[in-house]
T-cell receptor, first 118, second 113 residues
Framework: GAVVSQHPSRVICKSGTSVKIECRSLDFQATTMFWYRQFPKQSLMLMATSNEGSKATYEQGVEKDKFLINHASLTLSTLTVTSAHPEDSSFYIC??????????????FGAGSRLTVL | QQQVKQSPQSLIVQKGGISIINCAYENTAFDYFPWYQQFPGKGPALLIAIRPDVSEKKEGRFTISFNKSAKQFSLHIMDSQPGDSATYFCAAALNSGNTPLVFGKGTRLSVIA
């Protein structure tokens, strides 16, 4: 089945530094990837839609200069949290879209990246 | 505005019992309804999904029941096992899933022996 690899799985950084999270579709090409944020015991909150070769579409309230998204190839999207602060500590999850045999678009999620900003 | 309402928030079921999680949606244009299972510290994994042209879909111990007129769908886990203990999210999307998924708030299921 489809596999989405996310790296790193855990990262701890100092306040003010930037952190890059990678999301790769291993066995399929994904023109569209989504980035979600999840707080403990809460649902997934869509941050942005990443489109290969074009600018990402950010959801309302998500700072595009804070969360930089680059979808440079059909198998890789990156999320960079710039000038991270403790309130950015969260679980970030990416997902990649592909079509199933019935024509529906199926989302496969990565394992997530736990960011802790000290 | 919450477009997909999920209940209950938490659920405890005896081993071998039936777990039932319900979701209601508002947008009648939704045409793709997946359920995801998430274990702690992991990303969600697609469990089963349904399109509105059928009222029920079964895969192993997991069944989705879909009521288009009531705008409701539910997940039934038969013969629940301790390994089923996880958080379950229902979701909905437009255009056969071509738009971002809208998630419910999740249900924490605990299956006890």
């Amino acid at each position: 089945g489809a596999v989405v690899s996310q790296h790193p799985s855990r990262v701890i950084c100092k306040s003010g530094t930037s952190v890059k999270i990678e999301c790769r579709s291993l066995d399929f090409q994904a023109t569209t990837m989504f980035w979600y944020r999840q707080f403990p015991k809460q649902s997934l909150m869509l941050m942005a839609t990443s489109n290969e070769g074009s600018k990402a579409t950010y959801e309302q309230g998500v700072e595009k200069d804070k969360f930089l998204i680059n979808h440079a190839s059909l198998t890789l999207s990156t999320l960079t949290v710039t000038s991270a602060h403790p309130e950015d500590s969260s679980f970030y999850i990416c997902s990649a879209k592909q079509q199933d045999p019935g024509g529906a678009n199926v989302l496969t999620f990565g394992a997530g990246s736990r960011l802790t900003v000290l | 505005q919450q477009q997909v309402k999920q209940s209950p928030q938490s659920l405890i079921v005896q081993k071998g019992g039936i777990s039932i999680i319900n979701c209601a949606y508002e947008n009648t244009a939704f045409d793709y309804f997946p359920w995801y299972q998430q274990f702690p510290g992991k990303g969600p994994a697609l469990l089963i999904a349904i399109r509105p042209d059928v009222s029920e879909k079964k895969e192993g111990r997991f069944t989705i029941s879909f009521n288009k007129s009531a705008k409701q769908f539910s997940l039934h886990i038969m013969d629940s096992q301790p390994g089923d203990s996880a958080t379950y999210f229902c979701a909905a999307a437009l255009n056969s899933g071509n738009t971002p998924l809208v998630f419910g708030k999740g249900t924490r299921l605990s299956v006890i022996a």
